[in-house]
């Protein structure tokens, strides 16, 4: 089966520092990487949907200059939250679409902790 | 603006028991319904996934059923075991290619 794998799984940093995460498609190409985050008891909310070779689409209220998205190749998106800050701990997940034939389904990376001290 | 709802927000039951989820949205426009489930502090594991031309998809003790016409879609869970206790999400895709709209989700707890 398809499979998403991120990096790291969990990180902690000093706040005013910025940390990369790291997603990537291991066993297909995936042109669409989709980034969510969750916080605590609450659902996956979508920061920004990433297309290979193609500036990353934010959703209202994402600040694009603080997390900076990179999908520099069909199998490889990164995450940077720069100059983090104790609100930005949560859990960041990815997915990646693969389309065969006429099917499409997003397949989900298992999630980085971040925590801000 | 799209949304999808998931009621009840929690459940517990006794173990051995058949429960049903339960998931609506807004919009019937759909390109597939997708059941997640989720263990605390973990990324998601997909449960079952429906396409539009379907109505119903089963793997073991569950089934998901999606009546696009009023909107609904639900996951029935059979003969529960403590084991299944998680998170349940209900997500959906408008369009091919589009983004995924997640449900709040369902916390499930099977009590031994």
């Known amino acids: 089966g398809a499979v998403v794998s991120q990096h790291p799984s969990w990180v902690i940093c000093k706040s005013g520092t910025s940390v990369k995460i790291e997603c990537r498609s291991l066993d297909f190409q995936a042109t669409t990487m989709f980034w969510y985050r969750q916080f605590p008891k609450q659902s996956l909310m979508l920061m920004a949907t990433?297309?290979?070779?193609?500036?990353?689409?934010?959703e209202q209220g994402v600040e694009k200059d603080k997390f900076l998205i990179n999908h520099a190749s069909l199998t490889l998106s990164t995450l940077t939250v720069t100059s983090a800050h104790p609100e930005d701990s949560s859990f960041y997940i990815c997915?990646?679409?693969?389309?065969?034939?006429?099917?499409?389904?997003?397949?989900f990376g298992p999630g980085t902790r971040l925590t801000v001290t | 603006k799209q949304e999808v709802t998931q009621i009840p927000a929690a459940l517990s039951v006794p173990e051995g028991e058949n429960l049903v989820l339960n998931c609506s949205f807004t919009d019937s426009a759909i390109y597939n319904l997708q059941w997640f489930r989720q263990d605390p502090g973990k990324g998601l594991t997909s449960l079952l996934l429906i396409q539009s031309s379907q109505r119903e998809q089963t793997s073991g003790r569950l089934n998901a059923s999606l009546d696009k016409s009023s909107g609904r879609s639900t996951l029935y869970i059979a003969a529960s075991q403590p084991g299944d206790s998680a998170t349940y999400l209900c997500a959906k895709v408008m369009n091919r290619d589009d983004k995924i709209i997640f449900g709040k989700g369902t916390r499930l707890h099977i009590l031994p």
């Open positions: 997915s990646a679409s693969l389309r065969d034939g006429s099917s499409y389904e997003q397949y």
């Open positions: 990433s297309n290979e070779g193609s500036k990353a689409t934010y």
